[in-house]
């Protein structure tokens, strides 16, 4: 059995728990644009906040002399994402914009996944007395990342951000011209299924951009629902002491694993942002 704040519960009712949104109304089917999951829209704000304050403090605190740990640690995140951009988007004016947006993708991005590192039930217990207590239910997800709305809403973005510059590179007409004249060929018979193919790229693009994230940080998170379930499951007991020595290894283990998972993933992201944008400006 397993406790949160209190109250013994199943391992699938604990998991179903703590899978549950805080939302603004119950869901009906699998998408409902009506519903607004309330936590993970305030931990994505959060983080957001979070993220431009440090890069404001790293700038408002940047010297010319021998730069302190932090800013030699941004100062080598924007490095390293501005040669990133150098190599994919090669449009000067075009990178005035989008090497700031990478930047803010990787580490926003960052922040919102590692939340995952956070105990299971700490953010939730906390919630369980303060939030009934302001008239919520008693649901409070920590990594928006796991929540497949805010990863196709961050792809969603990008893929608006690419359809600009489509225009703004090629011009309406242009672009226009390369929808139905790419990849098979301008000819006219050719026009419907070029179309068709440009519209399954950019929504094949798209989904998987979103649910790649997604999926490696919901994985990430019902293993470390499962490793509490061990810690959950300690008693003075041959079987319980050695649950709870696992809760301890397989915790600490997965979680300086996941220190990999959560930097890669973020950086996949921002990859494939400037890669899309990239292709933008490309023409066929």
Not at 147 to 159: E, N, Y
Not at 203 to 232: C, D, P, W
Not at 248 to 273: C, E, K, N, S, Y
Request: with cysteine; net charge neutral; hydrophobic share 55%.
């Amino acid at each position: 059995m397993a406790t949160t704040a209190g109250q013994e519960l199943t391992a699938g009712e604990y998991i179903r728990h703590h899978l549950g949104h805080l939302q603004t109304g119950p869901q009906s089917g699998i998408a409902d644009f009506t519903v607004l999951n309330i936590d993970s829209a305030f931990w994505a704000v959060a983080m957001g906040v979070l993220g431009c304050g440090l890069l404001w403090w790293a700038a408002r605190k940047a010297t010319s002399g021998v730069p302190g740990r932090f800013q030699a640690a941004v100062e080598i995140l924007v490095e390293m994402v501005d040669a990133q951009a150098k190599g994919i988007v090669h449009s000067a004016e075009s990178r005035k914009f989008v090497a700031p947006l990478a930047l803010t993708v990787f580490v926003w991005i960052f922040l919102m996944n590692a939340m995952d590192l956070l105990p299971v039930d700490l953010i939730p217990t906390l919630w369980h007395t303060v939030g009934p207590a302001l008239g919520f239910k008693d649901y409070m997800r920590v990594v928006p990342t796991a929540d497949l709305s805010v990863t196709m809403g961050l792809a969603l973005a990008v893929l608006l951000i690419c359809l600009y510059y489509n225009v703004k590179i090629k011009g309406a007409g242009g672009w226009m011209h390369e929808l139905i004249s790419a990849p098979f060929g301008a000819k006219w018979y050719l026009a419907p299924f070029n179309l068709l193919m440009q519209i399954i790229e950019f929504l094949a693009k798209t989904v998987s951009h979103g649910m790649r994230l997604f999926g490696n940080m919901y994985a990430g998170e019902l293993i470390f629902f499962l490793i509490a379930l061990m810690g959950g499951a300690f008693t003075l007991t041959f079987t319980g002491v050695f649950l709870g020595l696992g809760h301890v290894i397989a915790g600490t283990l997965w979680a300086i694993f996941h220190i990999l998972i959560i930097t890669l993933q973020a950086f996949v992201f921002m990859m494939l942002t400037l890669v899309y944008i990239g292709q933008a400006h490309d023409t066929h």
